[in-house]
Structure formats: structure tokens, C-alpha cells
């Protein structure tokens, strides 16, 4: 496969995984195998927009596209932390 094809990738995975890392420390009782299940939800609430570069979409983003992305980022991740958290009380509980 081109080389090109295998710079496509979705514009919200960097942006999640950056967010999640940088919540870790106010969840340290979840594995990195939950944490990757929480990028996971994170990234399935919000829309999908392949790029190449990451400069593709923020080139053409206005400020208010970019703190609408940022928030919906937050938000995302936000909820995804405390889905799998619960999910994983649930499973403790059984």
C-alpha cells in the first residue's frame, strides 16, 4: 500500500489520547487496559474526520470550530472515564 494511504487517520485520535493521559492522574486505580477502553469510548461519541496532516482540518477550522472540538473532546473523555469506571465497578461487584 502508498505510503499516503497510510498517513490517513482519524483527526481525533491525537487530540483523545492526549486527553486521556493528561486525566490519568485523577484515575490511577484503572489499568492501561481500561484506559485504552476509555480512548476507545471517547473516540465512539465523537464524529469521525480523516485527514493526512493534522494541519489539513485545523488549517480550515475557525476559532470557534476549534473550541467547539476542544469541548466536545473534554466532554467525551469526561463521560468515557466515568462509563468504563463504572462498568469496571460493575464487573467487581459480580
Known sequence: MSDSFESI??????PVLDA??????NYRHLS??????VACVALNRLPVR?????????FYMTD??????????YDAVQHAFEFVQ????????R
Do not use: G, T
Open 20 to 25: 486521556v493521559m493528561a486525566a490519568m492522574p
Open 32 to 37: 492501561q487496559e481500561l484506559l485504552a477502553d
Open 64 to 73: 470557534k470550530e476549534r473550541l467547539e472540538n476542544e469541548r466536545a473532546i
Open 50 to 58: 480523516y485527514i493526512r496532516h493534522p494541519v489539513d482540518l485545523a
Open 9 to 14: 487517520h482519524n483527526f481525533f485520535e491525537q
Open 86 to 93: 463504572a462498568r469496571s465497578a460493575m464487573r467487581a461487584r
